[in-house]
């Protein structure tokens, strides 16, 4: 964990950020908090192990879309009148962010945990993305770095002390715990793929800009899609023509990309390395669930390095 100070700093971020409710002064007998998405649930469940009269839960189910382009269900307002908090990641992440914040004195508190953490800045104009979307401005998808998670996993536990300050030295020893955690999981990481510093790689999703940066990869280009969107026709060819000027014959995108653009991307030419982005996962796995599927983009990283086809 850092300083007392950049911990203070964040505390004030979270009551600032609470809109028109306070955070949760007096913790009920049970606290009931929800992560809006499950990459913020998997790092909030590292941070709130073994914590007595907290229910945590992941506010939405599994997604193969964007989760930027995510609109709240009926369903999930219901959900969301029976909680006590909520922790969104915020900057971008949540189109429904400002709904959130618009509960007032009826809803949940609400932090969201990316601000004052540093993020990939406004893209550059790359090919396939419109002129003006979601795409533009900061890139939200920090979690998809394991040294990102280590400083969201620090934002989460200043963030529930302020929730519940009973338990506020558990969930500091909890979040010590998951960067540890975390740590080791790089050396894996390492030990899996060796050194590919420097290595050219295209991506085709804007989530993967973090994987890229972890691994020291160079980004040749990017073509960036929505999620576990197909392409046909024109929009291929222009995809194939597009990624054809970039130097590099290794191509990263999603795991839900349709099998069809995959098959084409290999006809192509180009090593495909299907990478999870940690959208399409349950409740249930936890934060064993991230560690998992970081360690698995490792190896299918690697395979599309040494020239095997992904799984």
């Not at 939405?60 to 999930?76: E, F, H, I, M």
């Not at 050396?187 to 991506?203: A, H, M, N």
């Not at 969107?229 to 000027?245: F, K, N, P, R």
């Not at 983009?297 to 390095?305: E, K, L, S, V």
Request: proline fraction near 4%; glycine fraction near 8%.
């Amino acid at each position: 964990m850092r300083g007392k100070g950049w911990i203070a700093a964040l505390l004030l971020l979270a009551l600032m950020l609470s809109g028109c409710r306070p955070l949760v002064a007096d913790a009920p007998k049970q606290l009931t908090v929800y992560a809006t998405f499950y990459p913020i649930y998997a790092l909030t469940d590292a941070v709130a192990q073994g914590v007595p009269d907290l229910a945590l839960h992941c506010l939405t189910q599994p997604q193969d879309g964007c989760l930027r382009s995510y609109a709240l269900s009926d369903w999930d307002i219901y959900l969301l009148s029976s909680a006590d908090a909520v922790i969104a990641g915020g900057r971008g992440l949540e189109a429904f962010e400002s709904g959130l914040f618009s509960m007032g004195e009826k809803g949940p508190a609400v932090s969201a945990v990316l601000y004052n953490l540093e993020l990939v800045n406004a893209r550059e104009n790359h090919g396939g993305a419109e002129a003006e979307s979601h795409l533009d401005g900061p890139n939200p998808h920090l979690y998809m770095s394991v040294e990102g998670a280590k400083r969201i996993v620090e934002s989460i536990a200043a963030t529930l002390q302020t929730f519940d300050p009973g338990c506020d030295q558990t969930y500091i020893d909890n979040a010590a715990k998951a960067v540890e955690r975390l740590e080791v999981l790089q050396g894996q990481i390492r030990e899996i793929t060796g050194d590919l510093s420097g290595k050219k790689v295209i991506l085709m999703s804007e989530a993967l800009v973090y994987v890229a940066k972890d691994y020291g990869l160079d980004i040749a280009g990017q073509f960036d899609r929505e999620p576990g969107t197909a392409l046909y026709d024109s929009d291929l060819a222009a995809c194939l023509e597009a990624l054809g000027a970039y130097d590099s014959r290794v191509v990263l995108i999603e795991k839900q990309a349709p099998a069809a653009l995959i098959r084409a991307l290999e006809a192509a030419g180009y090593r495909v390395a299907r990478i999870d982005n940690l959208s399409a996962h349950r409740e249930d796995e936890g934060f064993e669930g991230y560690i998992e599927a970081q360690t698995n983009n490792a190896r299918a990283i690697r395979r599309a390095f040494d020239g095997e086809a992904d799984v």
